[in-house]
């Protein structure tokens, strides 16, 4: 059902699921009107990420529906709340993955909102005032400017906009794990999807040396030459595997596909971390010699606060890191989720929200 909250009175058109076909189609919805807070936010991109097709079909059973995915979203400030100092009518602004934090526990407190307890999302969340949330696959957006972003002037638009999930959750582990003034460091980034191929840039904007460690032989050139990767190891070679044996201090594993942490374990130097930033259905198949036998670390990470989401952005703007993407049309969004899971896509699609604005094309 459309949203009846009191104060939500602003008719908005866009694409929703409203079943676990998990098929888009066109969705007229409400929003709130621009509150004290808030800022509006003609959407003008939005990236699709792997989480929407999650959500679309429910694989994780907390589909609340009808959906509007998107949580990847650039676009420019139209409205501006009375409280707001921080953006005014005419900013380019991005929107990632949160809405709304306690904003007074321990993680808010500290820039970190997204490991509040009370987090809730761009889209299938439950904003403070009962409303479900809605996404970015729509043509415009309401939303409390604490949670929103400025995108740097030399930043494309649409290139930017999955660098609000895929960028920062490739980013965060790396400032938490020291790399971003401290180079000369040899990393591993294992896959290289929408996440892994941002994280070969940052690792390489930062001064150090990265290897990409993938199932595919065939993406070694393109690791190597299009993303300026220094080593390519194919996790399925026992030589090559064997070869790169305690060779890096750090991994960052980006896939969301079943896969055993020990062999790429073994590619670590001893006192060495493997982050994981993938989330597969299963668990993990994690032995435990790798572990002892190399004092090894293994660390999970999400995304980031949005001061680090700021931060980031602000980086990128600096090295002119961009995702590689391949921008649709709304009316190829179900194609485009099709083609994702399939993961045929180099290596983010982008939905040209304002440039073809008509949800009946769909």
Not at 64 to 69: A, N, T
Not at 126 to 135: A, E, L, N, P
Request: aromatic share 8%.
């Amino acid at each position: 059902m459309t949203q009846t909250t009191p104060n939500h009175t602003q008719t908005v058109s866009g694409w929703a699921a409203h079943d676990s076909s998990g098929k888009i189609t066109p969705y007229i919805f409400k929003r709130r009107e621009n509150g004290i807070n808030d800022v509006t936010i003609k959407i003008l991109y939005c990236g699709i990420c792997h989480t929407d097709i999650h959500h679309a079909k429910n694989d994780w059973g907390i589909t609340i529906y009808p959906v509007v995915p998107g949580h990847e979203i650039t676009g420019i400030i139209t409205k501006v709340g009375s409280n707001v100092k921080n953006f005014k009518v005419g900013d380019r602004a991005g929107v990632g993955c949160l809405a709304a934090s306690c904003l007074n526990c321990e993680f808010c407190n500290n820039d970190q909102e997204n490991y509040c307890d009370q987090i809730q999302l761009t889209y299938n969340g439950i904003f403070w005032d009962g409303s479900i949330t809605y996404g970015g696959y729509s043509e415009f957006l309401v939303a409390d400017h604490r949670y929103v972003v400025h995108i740097p002037e030399s930043l494309p638009m649409d290139a930017a906009a999955p660098l609000l999930c895929a960028g920062i959750t490739v980013f965060s582990p790396m400032k938490d794990n020291k790399l971003l003034d401290s180079p000369g460091k040899k990393i591993g980034i294992v896959g290289l999807g929408g996440l892994g191929h941002v994280a070969v840039k940052f690792g390489k904007a930062f001064g150090h040396h990265v290897t990409v460690i993938s199932t595919s032989p065939s993406k070694e050139k393109e690791a190597k030459e299009r993303l300026g990767a220094d080593d390519f190891i194919v996790s399925t070679n026992p030589e090559q595997m064997q070869e790169g044996k305690k060779t890096l201090d750090l991994i960052l594993d980006t896939v969301s596909a079943n896969h055993s942490l020990g062999p790429i374990l073994e590619l670590l130097k001893v006192n060495g971390t493997l982050v994981a930033v993938g989330a597969p259905e299963k668990p993990f198949e994690l032995p435990s010699f790798p572990l002892i036998f190399g004092k090894r670390s293994v660390k999970g990470s999400m995304t980031g606060g949005i001061k680090e989401t700021q931060e980031m952005m602000d980086v990128c703007g600096k090295h002119n890191i961009t995702c590689d993407i391949e921008v649709v049309k709304p009316d190829k969004i179900n194609e485009s989720l099709d083609r994702l899971a399939r993961n045929d896509v180099r290596y983010r699609f982008v939905i040209d929200i304002a440039g073809n604005f008509n949800p009946s094309h769909l």
